[in-house]
């Protein structure tokens, strides 16, 4: 199983940022696609932002223009600036990583990272 460690998150006035990273770790694995998502009280976990198995970069509608997605392949790391956040950007944050070992697909989730946009 690959581990995931997320971390980044807080509370933020609107209009602020925050970096989220999340580090995958184990062994004889080789990640195919890794993105973040993310859980409001009292909805359903949808997609933020994620890098596809070709390497090009999804984001929700919601992302577009505020967050930007990158990612360390030495490190096994992803990040997610997110700037000009509001209020609606509050929830549990989430990375996610569908990875290969020995020729099968598996996923891990991340324990969440709490992010607060409030004043």
């Known amino acids: 199983q690959v581990q995931l460690v997320e971390s980044g998150g807080g509370l933020v006035q609107p209009g602020g940022s925050l970096r989220l990273s999340c580090v995958a770790s184990g062994s004889d694995f080789s990640i195919d696609v890794m993105g973040w998502y993310r859980q409001a009280p009292g909805k359903e976990r949808e997609l933020v932002a994620r890098?596809?198995?070709?390497?090009?970069?999804n984001y929700a509608d919601s992302a577009k223009g505020r967050f930007t997605l990158s990612r360390d392949n030495v490190k096994n790391a992803l990040y997610l600036q997110m700037d000009r956040l509001e209020p609606g950007d509050t929830a549990v944050y989430y990375c996610?990583?569908?990875?290969?070992?020995?020729?099968?697909?598996?996923?891990?989730w991340g324990q969440g990272t709490q992010v607060t946009v409030s004043s």
């Open positions: 890098f596809t198995s070709s390497g090009n970069k």
């Open positions: 996610k990583v569908l990875y290969y070992r020995r020729g099968v697909l598996y996923d891990s």
